[in-house]
């Protein structure tokens, strides 16, 4: 049941993925979300470190993995739209723009 679930929520990013915008922003769009929601924990002390475009792209698979089924952020969430923006960032390849 939680996995089909689960794969329910990807199947609904993966249908709002296929009208990305494919100059989403890392630098504008990106990293605040992540600043504000995420870099309180993940500082270097918890795996992964998300302080860094470096950070965030080497992990860009997982970190999608986490928002799209909701396991982070822990203690808070994330708009659709933020969501939305991040997958769509990580799908255009995770550029540093
Ligand atoms: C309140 C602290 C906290 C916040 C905020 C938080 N995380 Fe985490 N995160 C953790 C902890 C603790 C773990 C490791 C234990 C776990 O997986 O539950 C973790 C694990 C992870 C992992 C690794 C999962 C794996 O497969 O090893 C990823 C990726 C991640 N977080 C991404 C994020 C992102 C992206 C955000 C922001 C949207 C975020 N986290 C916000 C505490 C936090």
Redesign the pocket.
């Known amino acids: 049941m939680v996995s089909s679930c689960e794969n329910y929520v990807e199947d609904e990013f993966q249908a709002l993925v296929e009208d990305c915008d494919p100059n989403t922003s890392f630098i504008n769009q990106v990293n605040p979300?992540?600043e504000n929601?995420?870099v309180?924990?993940?500082n270097g002390n918890?795996?992964?470190d998300?302080r860094t475009y470096n950070g965030v792209s080497t992990?860009s698979e997982?970190?999608m993995?986490?928002?799209v089924n909701r396991?982070?952020?822990?203690?808070?969430s994330?708009t659709n739209e933020e969501i939305n923006l991040i997958t769509c960032w990580i799908e255009n390849g995770s550029p540093n723009n």
């Open positions: 979300i992540i929601n995420c309180s924990c993940h918890q795996f992964p998300l992990n997982i970190v993995q986490q928002i396991t982070m952020p822990i203690g808070g994330l």
